[in-house]
């Protein structure tokens, strides 16, 4: 098979290095790639949004099958691009078709289907600039924190949890009078805190089966404690300590479940990674929030501790044969450190010389935000590499990947050294 990868990040990265492990894939392309997947595959400068584009590309190459990493393109309708030409509809999409991909595009469609299925979440409201004074009214009919999230899609920085009313407000007035986060905060979902600790749970679809990939747990803050600004992952742990079997046995049942029977239920075609971010209040799980595609960092730790060869899952998925896939799953934790560059998430540099990466034998470096130029590697993005590691626990794998990272170096490197501090 011919294969190619949409992306440029991390989970790109981790794709590309899982696929190019399988006899099943012949040639393998990443659009538009990083240094990282320059490695072991061929990388196409196409950006993921330009579908035209990526359609030539494919029917020049004989690809057989489209794995679609980010959520842009799926919420813009990727799939239902390729599937509705009949040049290209024999081509396998990895990726749920638009309607579906809402579950993402928009908090307010999330949090609908959710009530819809009985699918345990925080109550919430929806507003926009018509009706702002309402949306103060709910915020004080709330206790703080309060919860604001931008309703489309906005790189995982549109959620902010804000502690005074008044703050909250101001915060409101902000995301929808002067378009804090532009297109994406033109409606706003406020909805109560939920107090506990998040994880993660992924899902394989072939839009009748599912599969449960490992749980993980991700870090987004960029402070240590996480304290500070959202970042798009400061790093991961796979297995969760605490998701014991009667958890997860809870997950199954009243979020898993009742989720792929909805997506049948309500017409929304789906092939392909359900991301559902989790929190545990008390003993019971509640969703925080639906995504369309798998997670980054998680990817990093999720993708390593799958034994079988991937490209036979993804044949699966699309064939809907995913019924007859058994996972088989390193017992082994995981785990990931993300550096990043210095001022992420906000303004940083790039250009910046990554040495050490050939000193690295302990760990699997993933690229992220890394690219080559004159026949150096060097930094192009907030999160430059995520650096994993396998260990009996999660411990030792987390001590492994900061020794790792001792043998690393670019200007203005940072990275949280108190990765899984909470478990």
Not at 95 to 117: I, T
Not at 206 to 217: Q, R, S, V
Not at 339 to 366: D, Q, R
């Amino acid at each position: 098979m011919n294969i190619l990868i949409l992306g440029s990040g991390g989970r790109e990265h981790t794709f590309a290095w899982k696929i190019a492990q399988s006899n099943h894939c012949d040639k393998l392309f990443v659009a538009p790639g990083n240094s990282g997947t320059a490695d072991i595959a061929e990388n196409v400068a196409i950006s993921v949004t330009d579908f035209e584009a990526l359609k030539q590309f494919a029917l020049k190459e004989g690809v057989d099958m489209i794995v679609v990493g980010p959520e842009d393109p799926l919420v813009n309708g990727f799939h239902d691009f390729i599937l509705n030409d009949p040049k290209t509809r024999h081509i396998a999409v990895i990726g749920p078709q638009k309607a579906a991909a809402e579950l993402e595009g928009s908090k307010e469609f999330a949090k609908e289907f959710m009530s819809r299925h009985n699918i345990p979440t925080a109550a919430y409201q929806s507003f926009t600039k018509d009706n702002l004074e309402e949306g103060y009214a709910f915020l004080e009919s709330l206790k703080a924190p309060y919860v604001l999230k931008a309703d489309g899609l906005a790189a995982g920085k549109g959620v902010v949890i804000l502690h005074d009313l008044e703050a909250a407000k101001a915060e409101l007035k902000s995301m929808l009078i002067d378009s804090k986060f532009g297109q994406a905060s033109s409606k706003v979902v406020i909805e109560e805190f939920l107090d506990g600790i998040e994880l993660s749970c992924f899902v394989l679809t072939d839009g009748e089966h599912y599969k449960i990939l490992p749980t993980a747990k991700d870090y987004k803050r960029i402070g240590e404690g996480d304290t500070g600004l959202n970042t798009g992952g400061m790093g991961a742990v796979s297995p969760v300590p605490f998701a014991t079997r009667e958890f997860l046995n809870k997950i199954e049942e009243r979020i898993v479940k009742p989720t792929i029977a909805g997506l049948k239920k309500d017409n929304l075609p789906y092939v392909g990674f359900v991301f559902i971010g989790l929190i545990k209040v008390g003993d019971d799980p509640k969703v925080i929030e639906y995504n369309v595609r798998m997670g980054d960092p998680e990817t990093e730790v999720v993708f390593p501790r799958l034994k079988n060869d991937l490209v036979e899952i993804l044949q699966a998925m699309a064939k809907g044969t995913l019924d007859t896939v058994t996972l088989d799953i390193d017992s082994r934790a995981a785990t990931t450190i993300v550096l990043v560059s210095g001022g992420y998430p906000e303004a940083y540099g790039k250009g910046h010389e990554i040495k050490g990466l050939e000193n690295i034998t302990e760990s699997i470096p993933f690229h992220a935000g890394a690219q080559l130029k004159d026949g150096k590697i060097v930094t192009s993005g907030g999160r430059v590499l995520a650096i994993t590691s396998f260990g009996d626990s999660y411990k030792e794998a987390i001590k492994k990947s900061y020794q790792s990272i001792e043998k690393l170096h670019f200007d203005k490197m940072y990275y949280r050294s108190d990765i899984g501090f909470d478990l």
